[in-house]
């Protein structure tokens, strides 16, 4: 492996690592996105009187969930191929960058 794979492998990380968060933040925006809709348009009344009021948004969040899931899985499917080249996973690049690190900036 040369210097130049090993910032690919460094450009993969920090793809890797902004996708995890932005999966983790659009995970938190829209649980909150959720609550607002259900604290603004439900109250106690009318989920003990119609049980069915609530089941739409709760749909409407299990898609969305859903479908940002599927998302980060294939990303991290594509990202985990492309690093099969060089026996590695997503799991375990940051440790191979952060333990190989001194020995490529030697060069």
Do not use: W
């Not at 902004?18 to 809709?37: E, G, R």
């Amino acid at each position: 492996m040369n210097h130049t794979i090993f910032q690919k492998l460094e450009k993969m990380n920090g793809h890797c690592k902004t996708c995890a968060k932005a999966y983790a933040l659009l995970t938190l925006l829209s649980l909150v996105t959720f609550f607002i809709y259900f604290f603004n348009h439900f109250t106690l009344e009318t989920l003990f009187t119609d049980p069915n009021a609530l089941l739409p948004a709760i749909k409407i969040e299990a898609f969305a969930l859903g479908i940002m899931h599927i998302v980060y899985s294939f990303f991290f499917k594509y990202i985990d191929k492309k690093l099969q080249i060089y026996g590695l996973d997503s799991n375990n690049l940051n440790e191979y960058i952060q333990r190989n690190q001194a020995f490529f900036q030697k060069y």
